[in-house]
């Protein structure tokens, strides 16, 4: 089992550019979502997919939008680059453990840097 | 805004010590995640303890939830240096799974 991916590793940009970031949810999950994570700080949740619709969405402006695929992946898009938009992007997937209680697995992230 | 904060910020101890870090909420809450991350790499979920539950261990993880005091609490026995890594707690309050972090602590384990 691959777990989380997330695609890619790294990633310069240049203010006012967009970007697109991947993630492929471990097997058998069907939620993503999304974090964010300044350095030197816990991660922020930016919103969550699932069956190919934002359920939840965190206190992110509009140039943060989404999609998630009949395969359960997903892209986060981020338009109009800010300098504050350089972080750590973090993608998890769910499992459900009973009614209340999921287990989230996180990917490796996709550092970005808006130059 | 981050609604869960762990202290202390940073914790430096000596391999074989054990590491206590704390975590502080303000609303209710359906369970309790503690996540493990190594140099801003992706995180590593270690313990999830529910609302109805005051105690789980894991290894040589402990981890306690006191939910009139809103606060949990992570030790880590018998530290090894391959412990150092920032501890974040992280609160699920709905029926989703939607995640609000703390700061996290950053400990340090030095041979």
């Known amino acids: 089992d691959a777990g989380v991916t997330q695609s890619p590793t790294h990633l310069i940009k240049t203010r006012g550019q967009q970007v697109t970031l991947r993630c492929s949810p471990k097997s058998g999950h069907d939620t993503v979502s999304w974090y964010q994570q300044a350095l030197g700080q816990g991660p922020q949740f930016i919103f969550q997919y699932y069956e190919e619709e934002e359920r939840q969405r965190g206190n992110f402006p509009d140039r943060f939008s989404g999609h998630q695929f009949p395969n359960y992946s997903s892209e986060l898009n981020v338009n109009a680059l800010l300098l504050g938009d350089s972080a750590l992007y973090l993608c998890?997937?769910?499992?459900?453990?009973?009614?209340?209680?999921?287990?989230?697995?996180f990917g490796p992230g996709t550092r970005l840097t808006v130059t | 805004s981050q609604q869960g904060e762990e202290d202390p910020q940073a914790l430096s101890i000596q391999e074989g010590e054990n590491a206590t870090m704390n975590c502080s909420y303000k609303t209710s809450i359906n369970n309790l995640q503690w996540y493990r991350q190594n140099s801003g790499r992706g995180l590593v979920h270690l313990i999830l303890?529910?609302?109805?539950?005051r105690e789980k261990h894991s290894g040589r993880l402990r981890v306690t939830l006191d939910t009139s005091k809103k606060s949990s609490s992570l030790l880590i026995t018998a530290s090894r240096a391959a412990d150092t890594a920032s501890y974040f707690c992280a609160r699920n309050r709905n029926a989703g799974n939607m995640l609000t972090f703390g700061g996290g602590t950053r400990l340090m384990v030095k041979p």
């Open positions: 998890a997937s769910s499992h459900r453990l009973d009614f209340l209680s999921y287990e989230q697995y």
């Open positions: 303890i529910r609302s109805n539950e």
